[in-house]
């Protein structure tokens, strides 16, 4: 005869799921508690976006006066537009253009990349927002590896695509630190080629443009900034 079961035996204790973690936030792209590397990537593309908004109300002031001044802090295309017609007309030279163009295309390049190798598939689809781009990427990038993420850094400033998914991208594929410095270089040197080629081909009328962009620069700054905020606080809205 076989033996009932127990009491005890019948009674199988329920097991408490874990308790939420208070790091674990979807908006954040790691997982449980930051490491010191986590808290200064993440600081530092923050810093990076706070910097472009305390920048946007000298842009068009700086644009018609220090074009090359503008390149280094921002390497926006107007910037090199306009370097380049000034070098055109006497003020400057096309070696000191490109060479501007190099800090402020790159400078928080890095950032993206490192991010890319701290946190993975996470950061990237925290950048992708409802963009499909960065899934895309992923899935190419399993298919074709470094046929596809070496040129797509090369080519990520001529694409309408964030550059900051196409650099996390690399960093998760396991691109090396050397390797994305000189294909980011060669793109950011083409990039801005291109960019110096039509402001010395404009010459003389790109610089009456530029000079009368920041004889309104005021007025054009304020409408940015009017711009950007309400931007933002649809962004906010949606999101809620």
């Not at 874990?18 to 790091?23: D, E, G, N, R």
């Not at 070098?87 to 030279?93: E, K, L, Q």
């Not at 925290?126 to 399993?142: D, E, I, N, T, W």
């Amino acid at each position: 005869m076989t033996e009932e079961p127990t009491a005890a035996a019948e009674e199988v204790p329920a097991q408490k799921a874990p308790a939420p973690s208070a790091w674990d936030d979807p908006r954040l792209p790691w997982a449980g508690k930051p490491r010191r590397a986590d808290i200064f990537c993440w600081a530092g593309i923050t810093l990076s976006g706070i910097y472009y908004l305390l920048l946007l109300p000298f842009r068009a002031s700086l644009v018609g006066t220090h074009p090359v001044l503008l390149e280094v802090l921002n390497g926006s295309t107007e910037a090199i537009v306009a370097a380049a017609a000034f070098a055109r007309v006497g003020h400057g030279t096309l070696a000191v253009v490109m060479l501007a163009a190099i800090p402020g295309l790159m400078k928080f390049d890095l950032l993206y990349w490192w991010a890319g190798r701290l946190w993975g598939e996470r950061v990237i689809l925290l950048l992708s927002g409802r963009r499909k781009h960065g899934p895309k990427f992923m899935a190419r990038v399993g298919r074709w590896g470094r046929w596809f993420t070496w040129p797509a850094v090369v080519v990520s400033q001529f694409v309408p695509i964030p550059n900051a998914i196409v650099y996390a991208v690399a960093g998760w594929a396991g691109m090396s630190l050397a390797t994305f410095l000189i294909l980011d270089l060669i793109g950011s040197m083409m990039w801005a080629g291109m960019l110096a080629g039509l402001g010395y081909y404009l010459g003389h009328h790109a610089v009456v443009v530029a000079q009368a962009i920041s004889k309104y620069g005021l007025w054009i700054s304020i409408g940015i900034v009017i711009l950007v905020v309400g931007l933002q606080m649809r962004t906010v809205r949606l999101q809620r």
